[in-house]
């Protein structure tokens, strides 16, 4: 499968950005989704998950109320609406996409990433 991440982009503190992730070549609801980001300097990190339904998410303590994540399958499509962004959310976000029901954290685990978006937060 691939995907393409997009919706990135140039953001004052307190604002909004929402990110997509266009799935290609796979059938969409097969797979457990996640985003992740990665900071300068910084290893990749775990965001927030979902799973193939929709129907349960995840989103790390940092996030945990200002980002919400969520997909269409019929669209093979997955978003992070970001709200009340902070300068320490600046990274790289990435999704991606594992071929199974479980959910998991573990960058190693995720099969499919998508080619990176970048969201810059100003102070």
């Known amino acids: 499968v691939q995907l393409v991440a997009s919706g990135g982009g140039l953001v004052q503190a307190g604002g909004s950005l929402r990110l997509s992730c266009a799935a290609s070549g796979g059938t969409f609801n097969n797979y457990y989704m996640g985003w992740f980001r990665q900071a300068p300097g910084k290893e990749r990190e775990f965001v927030a998950g979902?799973?193939?339904?929709?129907?349960?998410?995840y989103a790390v303590g940092p996030v945990k109320g200002r980002f919400t994540i969520s997909r269409d399958n019929a669209k093979n499509t997955m978003y992070l609406q970001m709200n009340n962004l902070k300068p320490e959310d600046t990274a790289v976000y990435y999704c991606a996409a594992r071929p199974y029901l479980t959910a998991t954290m573990t960058v190693s685990e995720y099969d499919y990433w998508g080619q990176g978006t970048q969201v810059t937060v100003s102070s």
């Open positions: 979902i799973s193939w339904s929709g129907a349960r998410t």
